[in-house]
Structures are given as C-alpha cells and as structure tokens.
C-alpha cells in the first residue's frame, strides 16, 4: 500500500515495520479465536474494525492525514469493505473451526491468488516458471482442504481458502487505489465501512458485551490498528517483492500462539502442507524480483 507520490525506498525500515505487523496481526487473531467461543464471526468482524478505529483516527489526527479523508474513488472503498467483511468473517470461522498454524497455512495461498488475478485483471506476465509454482502451491492448499476425517471438505479450511480469495483481490484493488488515494484513506474508510456493515449484519444474533472479556477488546482494538499502520508504512517504505516474504513470519507466531495458549501442537501434514505452499509463493516473489 502506497500514496500516489513516489518515496524514496528504505528496505531494512520496511522489513522491519512488516515484521512489526505481522506480530501484531497475529497477536489480534489469538484473541480473535479466543472470543469465538463467546460471538459470532460477524460480530467479531465488528468488534475488529471497532476497536481500531478509534486508534486509527488518532494516527491520522496526528500524522496531518484527516485533510484528505474526502479524496476517495468511493465504488473501490465499497468494494474493499464488502471484501473485507467476507475475508474476515471468513477468517474467524476457520479460526474457531482450526488452529491458527492451519489457518494460516491455507490463507498463505493468497500470493498464489494474487499473481493468478494480476494476469487476468492487472495484465501482468507470468512464465511458465511462476505458473508451475501456482500449481504446485494450489496442489498443495488441495491436500490440506481434506480433513482429518471421513468428510469430502473441512469447512475451516474452505473458510479460510475464501478468506484467501478475498484477501487476494482486495490487495489487486489496493494496487490501483494506490495511484490516486493516500494510504490514510485506505485505512480509515476500510475499517469505517467494516464497522457499520458487519455491526449491520450481526444484529440478529447479536450478544451481549461480557466486560470481563474487555482485555480481549483491548488488544483487538491496539495489536490491530498497530498492525494497520505499519503494514501500510511497510508497503511504502520498501517494494512489495522485499517485504512479501515477511509475511510468512505468521506461521512462526502461530505456531507459538497455538502451542502456548491452547497446548495444540503441529501435525506432520500441516508442516508439509504449508512448506509447500511457502516455498511456491516466495519462488513467485523471487521470480517477480528478478524481472
């Protein structure tokens, strides 16, 4: 994510301010799968959007950007938050269904995605190096969609392959937004309109708020806007092909989450699974570097 002027490029700051998000990302999907027992997925949804927004207003209160708020190509923005609204909702129901190193094992297909639309919307030029990494990848998020069971589907893992999808085409819009709209913008007017559309929609089953679950709020609100910001400076610090690869970092944190909070440990087709399925997206990145 970007502004539509050109900035100069500082990967080690980029790399950095990635990690940061990552971290911080994954920290507000922990507490995410831990209010699952008690919400739905859209009334997460909103408490997602919710409890950043405020902190969002104060960054951009302070950092001169609240001048710009109107400057927007609205039909995007609608689209980004009906994306949104879809990846997350998406994302918390394979949370509550699967561990977070499953879940995000499957939602790491989204590069594979990416470059497989920015052939057909953006236009851009895969070998067939880079098509053979897709199908491998795709071959491999195929594996992991079985369940453990005797079911034809995981209903988690296809939640979190939408996720994916949505997740996919939501950064192909940011790559157009990009040329005419700050980043504060993105930012702001995405969580804005998560906020009022997934409160909408978790009206009739909404439940109560427990206030002996506000750290969980808390943290929701903090790790997410924290995360918001510096994905967003990461993107405009450093090329996206330097700073991609960082996101596979989640896996690490996952892992630690799952183990450290709900003693679950990894399987040996998890581990195998999601190798595969890194390995395919940072060739992509490689290969994208190299041209």
Same mark, same amino acid.
């Given at each position: 994510?970007?502004?539509?002027?050109?900035?100069?490029?500082?990967?080690?700051?980029?790399?950095?301010?990635?990690? !940061?998000?990552? @971290?911080?990302?994954?920290?507000?999907?922990?507490?995410?799968?831990?209010?699952?027992?008690?919400?739905?997925?859209?009334?997460?949804?909103?408490?997602?959007? #919710?409890?950043?927004?405020?902190? &969002?207003?104060?960054?951009?209160?302070?950092?001169?950007?609240?001048?710009? @708020?109107?400057?927007?190509?609205?039909? @995007?923005?609608? $689209?980004?938050?009906?994306?949104?609204?879809?990846?997350? +909702?998406?994302? &918390?129901?394979?949370? +509550? !269904?699967?561990? *977070?190193?499953?879940?995000?094992?499957?939602?790491?297909?989204?590069?594979?995605?990416?470059? $497989?639309?920015?052939?057909? %919307?953006?236009?851009?030029?895969?070998? +067939?190096?880079?098509?053979?990494?897709?199908?491998?990848?795709?071959?491999?998020?195929?594996?992991?969609?079985?369940?453990?069971?005797?079911?034809?589907?995981? *209903?988690?893992?296809?939640?979190?392959?939408?996720?994916?999808?949505?997740?996919?085409? +939501?950064?192909?819009?940011?790559?157009?937004? #990009?040329?005419?709209?700050?980043?504060?913008?993105?930012?702001? %007017?995405?969580?804005?309109?998560?906020?009022?559309?997934?409160? *909408? !929609?978790?009206?009739?089953?909404?439940?109560?708020?427990?206030?002996? @679950?506000?750290?969980?709020?808390?943290?929701?609100? &903090?790790?997410?806007? &924290?995360?918001?910001?510096?994905?967003?400076?990461?993107?405009?610090?450093?090329?996206?092909?330097?700073?991609?690869?960082?996101?596979?970092?989640?896996?690490?944190?996952?892992?630690?989450?799952?183990?450290? $909070? %709900?003693?679950?440990?990894?399987?040996?087709?998890?581990? $195998?699974?999601?190798?595969?399925?890194?390995?395919?997206?940072?060739?992509?990145?490689?290969?994208?570097?190299?041209?």
């Amino acid at each position: 994510m970007s502004h539509s002027t050109q900035p100069q490029d500082h990967p080690i700051k980029g790399i950095l301010a990635m990690l !940061l998000a990552v @971290l911080m990302f994954s920290g507000m999907d922990a507490a995410m799968k831990t209010l699952t027992e008690h919400y739905s997925a859209m009334q997460i949804t909103f408490f997602r959007a #919710a409890c950043a927004w405020p902190f &969002i207003v104060v960054w951009l209160a302070t950092t001169g950007r609240l001048q710009h @708020l109107l400057q927007a190509r609205w039909s @995007l923005h609608v $689209l980004r938050a009906v994306l949104g609204i879809v990846m997350l +909702s998406s994302f &918390i129901h394979a949370v +509550s !269904l699967l561990s *977070l190193a499953d879940t995000y094992s499957i939602f790491f297909a989204a590069p594979l995605i990416i470059t $497989l639309l920015s052939v057909w %919307w953006l236009k851009d030029q895969v070998n +067939s190096r880079q098509w053979a990494a897709i199908v491998v990848g795709l071959a491999a998020v195929i594996y992991m969609l079985k369940p453990s069971g005797d079911g034809l589907l995981s *209903l988690g893992a296809l939640m979190a392959l939408i996720s994916a999808v949505c997740y996919a085409i +939501s950064a192909i819009t940011v790559r157009v937004l #990009a040329k005419s709209d700050y980043a504060g913008n993105m930012v702001f %007017w995405l969580m804005t309109m998560i906020g009022i559309g997934a409160g *909408l !929609l978790a009206l009739p089953d909404w439940q109560p708020l427990q206030w002996v @679950l506000w750290p969980y709020f808390l943290a929701i609100g &903090i790790t997410g806007a &924290i995360g918001q910001v510096f994905i967003t400076e990461a993107f405009r610090l450093a090329p996206p092909s330097v700073i991609a690869p960082f996101e596979y970092t989640a896996l690490i944190w996952g892992l630690g989450f799952d183990i450290l $909070l %709900w003693q679950v440990w990894p399987t040996a087709s998890m581990l $195998l699974g999601s190798a595969v399925i890194m390995l395919s997206g940072l060739y992509l990145i490689w290969q994208q570097q190299r041209r």
